[in-house]
């Protein structure tokens, strides 16, 4: 037994390590926050910033429930948006009264918010998990979004309920007024909020939550409620969303019905399943992917929707673990060092894949102007190069880009294949994989 | 002194049929006690009954003299009830250390807590690592529990059982599918970490049962037909008849 004691005590403390590693990372994410409108000072660069920073609070809300506690729901766009008019309302009522509350303290108001419809309607959504939560959500989600339509002095109808966010107290002599200041305060609630969400995963409640999402059976013969967990990791959930949907009130000055619809709900899954939801910073880069992706291909494309589903879709198929997923597959061959067995087969694959996705795109530009335009302005510019979408010529290009990327892609393919399975084999070797 | 398990009466009827009727059994404490009986008896929708998973129809279960039927299994738990699964149970996506801590944190008092560090716990960290030490598991601590051999999958499954410090435990075949040494093994250690405590065992390996348990039960047909030391049931003939008999001695 005294042996049993030594062994345990000489355990190294798993986390210690690591520290500066770690602190390192959260140090270069604020220096990188700090740094970028200063690198890219475009007004339209700050607004996209600024709506990344938000959509990053809000996927890894969402990935609370779907990668840490296994709760796939389609509804969290209610705690979002609801957690928005919270901060509208107050920030009307602070106006109006002469309340001592700055705006930096705006979104507070809004995870409250957030927090509070989570903590009401939680216990009943959480009761089951899969199917069961799945479709309460769905019900929930659509029930609130209508509800908004109906309470016109809650949600002000289709218009929504604006406000002046520069009414509000003053702090550090900011008005709040400039896009700049705006970025700056959301830049440092996703600081709290990341940081804050990080630490829950390191609780024990974070860690019994990934205990629930494995097996909440048997949770339940290891002394916990499986239900007091599930609702617990909403409430969680329900503040950060309505932490973010705070700084989206604050960020257009307005909070209407399409803030709790099907659509940002369905925006938020999105997101966080193309950056993977295994890992903490999956629905980080996921976020910033599909902001930056829904802002510059609505400009680009009236059918930018198809490709937010064709991406998606190849997601799902091809890579469940997300862009976090792939990223992170290649680590155990960065650390035995047999990394550089796999990059010529990506190299090789990247030009037969490029032509094969540049095909897609022009049949796709082909077929959308086609059908839309009716024959009047028949070109368009792709790459820089212009194409008339009634020439032949346009749509054999686009054929025979499909199909022969195609076929030279599949052979590349097969050698990244067999280029993993070396390299897996000398990283094992190597004892660097289980 | 009161009785670790003590069952009275207790039927379980699932619509018109009936699986468990008029089960007595009582277990007394630190006693190793194992349940036996013919496929299809009713042994593991006994460890259900007991355990929480499902409730009893009528009848009553009592864990160290508390009425316990009907209550749910975490709360059975938490009165000092611990049970392993027939199939492997574990949480397959963490890594062992994971699995193991989980096991511990609702008996060291965490709760549901989420203002500590997990990983700032000298009390969750040791039990960790002792248990892990006891299962031999402590040099895989790393790896996800869903990539474990089978069989050091059944002793994380023993490991997370005991990991609460329950003074009842309840194993489920916890030698099913294993060569002879690793059988061998498992029941070296089966006996090692229940010292002290109350066991309670469903095994078919007879050769197991036989030179573990202390007393021994024989359920047929979801009645207990025989209850006493391993002498004694090796001499009923009531015994012979209905189960040992079924294995053409």
Same mark, same amino acid.
């Given at each position: 037994?005294?042996?049993?004691?030594?062994?345990?005590?000489?355990?190294?403390?798993?986390?210690?390590?690591?520290?500066?590693?770690?602190?390192?990372?959260? $140090?270069? %994410?604020? @220096?990188? +926050?700090?740094?970028?409108? #200063?690198?890219? !000072? &475009?007004?339209?660069? =700050?607004? /996209?910033?600024?709506?990344?920073?938000?959509?990053?609070?809000?996927?890894?809300?969402?990935?609370?429930?779907?990668?840490?506690?296994?709760?796939?729901?389609?509804?969290?766009?209610?705690?979002?948006?609801?957690?928005?008019?919270?901060?509208?309302?107050?920030?009307?009522?602070?106006?109006?009264?002469?309340?001592?509350?700055?705006?930096?303290?705006?979104?507070?108001?809004?995870?409250?918010?957030?927090?509070?419809?989570?903590?009401?309607?939680?216990?009943?959504?959480?009761?089951?998990?899969?199917? $069961?939560? %799945?479709? @309460?959500? +769905?019900?929930?989600?659509? #029930?609130?979004? !209508? &509800?908004?339509?109906? =309470?016109? /002095?809650?949600?002000?109808?289709?218009?929504?309920?604006?406000?002046?966010?520069?009414?509000?107290?003053?702090?550090?002599?900011?008005?709040?007024?400039?896009?700049?200041?705006?970025?700056?305060?959301?830049?440092?609630?996703?600081?709290?909020?990341?940081?804050?969400?990080?630490?829950?995963?390191?609780?024990?409640?974070?860690?019994?939550?990934?205990?629930?999402?494995?097996?909440?059976?048997?949770?339940?013969?290891?002394?916990?409620?499986?239900?007091?967990?599930?609702?617990?990791?909403?409430?969680?959930?329900?503040?950060?969303?309505?932490?973010?949907?705070?700084?989206?009130?604050?960020?257009?000055?307005?909070?209407?019905?399409?803030?709790?619809?099907?659509?940002?709900?369905?925006?938020?899954?999105?997101?966080?399943?193309?950056?993977?939801?295994?890992?903490?910073?999956?629905?980080?880069?996921?976020?910033?992917?599909?902001?930056?992706?829904?802002?510059?291909?609505?400009?680009?494309?009236?059918?930018?929707?198809?490709?937010?589903?064709?991406?998606?879709?190849?997601?799902?198929?091809?890579?469940?673990?997300?862009?976090?997923?792939?990223?992170?597959?290649?680590?155990?061959?960065?650390?035995?060092?047999?990394?550089?067995?796999?990059?010529?087969?990506?190299?090789?694959?990247?030009?037969?894949?490029?032509?094969?996705?540049?095909?897609?795109?022009?049949?796709?530009?082909?077929?959308?102007?086609?059908?839309?335009?009716?024959?009047?302005?028949?070109?368009?510019?792709?790459?820089?190069?212009?194409?008339?979408?009634?020439?032949?010529?346009?749509?054999?290009?686009?054929?025979?880009?499909?199909?022969?990327?195609?076929?030279?892609?599949?052979?590349?393919?097969?050698?990244?294949?067999?280029?993993?399975?070396?390299?897996?084999?000398?990283?094992?070797?190597?004892?660097?994989?289980? | 002194?009161?009785?670790?398990?003590?069952?009275?009466?207790?039927?379980?009827?699932?619509?018109?049929?009936?699986?468990?009727?008029?089960?007595?059994?009582?277990?007394?404490?630190?006693?190793?006690?194992?349940?036996?009986?013919?496929?299809?008896?009713?042994?593991?929708?006994?460890?259900?009954?007991?355990?929480?998973?499902?409730?009893?129809?009528?009848?009553?279960?009592?864990?160290?003299?508390?009425?316990?039927?009907?209550?749910?299994?975490?709360?059975?738990?938490?009165?000092?009830?611990?049970?392993?699964?027939?199939?492997?149970?574990?949480?397959?996506?963490?890594?062992?250390?994971?699995?193991?801590?989980?096991?511990?944190?609702?008996?060291?008092?965490?709760?549901?807590?989420?203002?500590?560090?997990?990983?700032?716990?000298?009390?969750?960290?040791?039990?960790?690592?002792?248990?892990?030490?006891?299962?031999?598991?402590?040099?895989?601590?790393?790896?996800?529990?869903?990539?474990?051999?089978?069989?050091?999958?059944?002793?994380?499954?023993?490991?997370?059982?005991?990991?609460?410090?329950?003074?009842?435990?309840?194993?489920?075949?916890?030698?099913?599918?294993?060569?002879?040494?690793?059988?061998?093994?498992?029941?070296?250690?089966?006996?090692?970490?229940?010292?002290?405590?109350?066991?309670?065992?469903?095994?078919?390996?007879?050769?197991?049962?036989?030179?573990?348990?202390?007393?021994?039960?024989?359920?047929?047909?979801?009645?207990?037909?025989?209850?006493?030391?391993?002498?004694?049931?090796?001499?009923?003939?009531?015994?012979?008849?209905?189960?040992?008999?079924?294995?053409?001695?």
């Amino acid at each position: 037994m005294s042996d049993t004691a030594t062994s345990a005590r000489d355990l190294p403390v798993p986390a210690r390590g690591q520290s500066l590693r770690f602190y390192g990372i959260w $140090v270069i %994410a604020a @220096i990188v +926050l700090i740094v970028l409108p #200063l690198l890219f !000072s &475009s007004g339209s660069s =700050l607004t /996209s910033f600024s709506l990344i920073g938000i959509a990053i609070i809000f996927a890894l809300s969402y990935n609370i429930l779907l990668g840490q506690t296994g709760l796939l729901s389609f509804g969290h766009a209610v705690y979002y948006g609801l957690g928005g008019f919270a901060a509208i309302h107050v920030m009307n009522a602070v106006t109006a009264y002469d309340w001592p509350i700055p705006l930096p303290f705006i979104p507070l108001v809004g995870g409250l918010g957030g927090l509070c419809f989570a903590a009401v309607i939680g216990w009943v959504m959480t009761k089951r998990a899969g199917t $069961v939560f %799945a479709m @309460i959500s +769905l019900g929930i989600g659509e #029930l609130v979004a !209508s &509800s908004s339509l109906i =309470l016109r /002095s809650v949600f002000g109808g289709e218009s929504g309920i604006t406000t002046d966010r520069t009414a509000l107290p003053h702090m550090f002599g900011w008005s709040f007024g400039p896009q700049i200041q705006v970025y700056y305060l959301i830049a440092a609630w996703v600081m709290i909020s990341a940081i804050a969400m990080y630490a829950l995963t390191r609780t024990p409640l974070g860690r019994i939550s990934n205990a629930v999402r494995d097996n909440p059976e048997r949770v339940e013969f290891i002394g916990y409620d499986p239900h007091v967990v599930r609702y617990l990791a909403s409430c969680f959930a329900g503040l950060f969303a309505g932490v973010a949907g705070g700084l989206t009130a604050i960020n257009f000055e307005i909070a209407n019905s399409a803030y709790l619809g099907a659509v940002q709900s369905g925006l938020v899954l999105f997101a966080t399943f193309i950056g993977g939801t295994s890992y903490f910073f999956g629905p980080i880069l996921g976020a910033i992917l599909v902001t930056y992706l829904q802002l510059g291909l609505t400009n680009l494309t009236t059918v930018w929707q198809l490709y937010f589903g064709i991406i998606f879709i190849g997601i799902v198929m091809f890579a469940p673990g997300g862009i976090a997923g792939l990223l992170m597959m290649h680590r155990p061959l960065v650390r035995s060092g047999t990394l550089g067995m796999v990059i010529p087969s990506y190299l090789l694959a990247l030009v037969p894949t490029l032509v094969l996705v540049c095909g897609v795109i022009l049949g796709i530009e082909t077929i959308a102007h086609y059908t839309e335009s009716q024959g009047q302005g028949n070109v368009i510019a792709l790459f820089g190069i212009p194409f008339d979408a009634t020439a032949a010529s346009t749509w054999i290009i686009a054929a025979v880009m499909i199909v022969g990327g195609y076929a030279v892609a599949r052979i590349t393919w097969r050698r990244i294949v067999d280029a993993w399975d070396r390299a897996t084999t000398d990283a094992r070797d190597r004892g660097h994989l289980a | 002194m009161t009785q670790a398990i003590e069952i009275r009466n207790v039927e379980k009827r699932f619509g018109n049929v009936g699986i468990i009727h008029d089960l007595n059994l009582s277990v007394a404490q630190g006693e190793r006690h194992a349940v036996i009986g013919p496929n299809g008896a009713g042994k593991s929708t006994t460890f259900n009954l007991i355990s929480g998973h499902i409730a009893p129809t009528s009848g009553e279960i009592r864990l160290n003299g508390d009425l316990i039927s009907g209550l749910r299994p975490f709360e059975i738990n938490r009165r000092g009830l611990s049970r392993s699964f027939q199939v492997t149970n574990v949480f397959a996506r963490m890594t062992v250390w994971e699995n193991v801590r989980c096991a511990v944190l609702w008996a060291t008092g965490q709760r549901y807590a989420f203002w500590k560090n997990v990983d700032d716990l000298p009390e969750v960290r040791q039990r960790t690592a002792e248990i892990l030490d006891d299962i031999h598991l402590l040099h895989r601590r790393d790896v996800p529990a869903g990539l474990l051999t089978y069989a050091e999958q059944r002793e994380l499954e023993i490991g997370i059982t005991i990991a609460g410090g329950a003074s009842v435990i309840m194993l489920d075949e916890p030698t099913a599918g294993m060569s002879r040494a690793e059988t061998e093994r498992a029941v070296a250690l089966i006996r090692r970490l229940t010292e002290g405590r109350t066991l309670v065992i469903v095994e078919h390996d007879m050769s197991v049962v036989f030179g573990l348990a202390d007393r021994i039960s024989v359920l047929v047909y979801g009645h207990i037909i025989a209850s006493g030391t391993p002498e004694e049931i090796r001499n009923n003939p009531k015994v012979k008849e209905a189960y040992l008999g079924e294995e053409g001695h």
